[in-house]
């Protein structure tokens, strides 16, 4: 079956680049997501990427994605303090009566003055 | 911007009650789905649900549970008999497609005593 797995902790510097990694085992997966999560609170989709691209650069969030290697990552740059919370990575392939999301463990980003 | 809204946000039952969780999905979306969050865990993948029945359920999703869409807005998850380790946070999410575009509700922190 699918499996995600995730680093556990990152702790970085505000104002530094967080570079978040992933790594997935099924090679249909279509979309791969970013999720975020603070505490006590839900699921924040933060971007994703179709599986046809290699990158996707969003404000401060840039994504890549090696097909080959099967690996994704996430990079933060000039990481604040709100940015501090559990990074999830997920992976889906839709099918035509829906598409189940498999996640990774979470990571947790800690962010320091 | 559109929201899946669900409550309580907090439920605390006692082993062997039965409990519903609600969430109202987006509007107009078609695809529905219930995941669990274990305290510090993977986010596993319960229940879609599209055109009125189960398309999807994973091996966690047995006969203790089950959902509903009882009227044009509301979709439940039920719990018959809950046991301790269905202690989780509830995560309803809608789509509109079965590609991406999830949206991910706060959760429902479920304790069972």
Known sequence: GEDVEQSLFLSVREGDSSVINCT?????????????????AGLQLLTYIFSNMDMKQDQRL?????????????????????????YFCAENQPKAAGNKLTFGGGTRVLVKP | EPEVTQTPSHQVT?????????????????????????????????VSF?????????EIFDDQ?????????NFTLKIRSTKLEDSAMYFCASSLSGGNGYTFGSGTRLTVV
């Not at chain 1, 997935?24 to 006590?40: A, F, M």
């Not at chain 2, 599209?50 to 994973?58: A, D, L, V």
């Open chain 2, 50 to 58: 599209y055109n009125n029945e189960i398309s999807e359920k994973s």
């Open chain 1, 24 to 40: 997935y085992t099924d090679s249909s997966s279509t979309y791969l997501y970013w999720y975020k999560q603070e505490p006590g």
């Open chain 2, 14 to 46: 006692q082993m062997g009650q039965e409990v519903i969780l609600r969430c109202v999905p987006i509007s107009n979306h078609l695809y529905f789905y219930w995941y669990r969050q274990i305290l510090g865990q993977k986010v596993e993948f319960l």
């Open chain 2, 65 to 73: 549970f089950s959902v509903e869409r009882p009227d044009g807005s």
């Open chain 1, 62 to 86: 840039t994504v890549l994605l090696n097909k080959k290697d099967k690996h994704l990552s996430l990079r933060i740059a000039d990481t604040q303090t709100g940015d501090s919370a559990i």
